[in-house]
Nanobody, 125 residues
Framework: VQLQAFGGGLVQAGGSLRLSCAVPGRTFNLYVMGWFRQAPGQEPEFVAAIIKSGVSTDYSDSVKGRFTLSRDNAKNTVYLQMNTLKPEDTAVYYC???????????????????WGQGTQVTVSS
């Protein structure tokens, strides 16, 4: 399963970015989707996840209220809208998908079976 993440870039603190992750050629609504990020010298951390239908989401405390995860199953794409960005949001962001047999979102990396290539987000102060 190939995941294609894009939309990263350089933005000033307080600004916004939208990340996208596409899963071309697949029945997209079979997959619970998640985003993780890894800052230099730090362990990867969970950011957000969304169930197959898109009606329920989960966010880490560090991004809750600022980030919004959504999906368009007709376009095989999830979107991570990131608002009020902070320098501590600087990281490589990875999208991930769970095996289709799972229906719940999870916060552990090991619970995700397929990964995108990562996209860099840099927030300047």
């Amino acid at each position: 399963v190939q995941l294609q993440a894009f939309g990263g870039g350089l933005v000033q603190a307080g600004g916004s970015l939208r990340l996208s992750c596409a899963v071309p050629g697949r029945t997209f609504n079979l997959y619970v989707m998640g985003w993780f990020r890894q800052a230099p010298g730090q362990e990867p951390e969970f950011v957000a996840a969304i169930i197959k239908s898109g009606v329920s989401t989960d966010y880490s405390d560090s991004v809750k209220g600022r980030f919004t995860l959504s999906r368009d199953n007709a376009k095989n794409t999830v979107y991570l809208q990131m608002n009020t960005l902070k320098p501590e949001d600087t990281a490589v962001y990875y999208c991930a998908a769970r095996n289709p047999r799972w229906i719940t979102f999870r916060r552990e990396r090991n619970d995700y079976d397929y990964w995108g290539q990562g996209t860099q987000v840099t927030v300047s102060s």
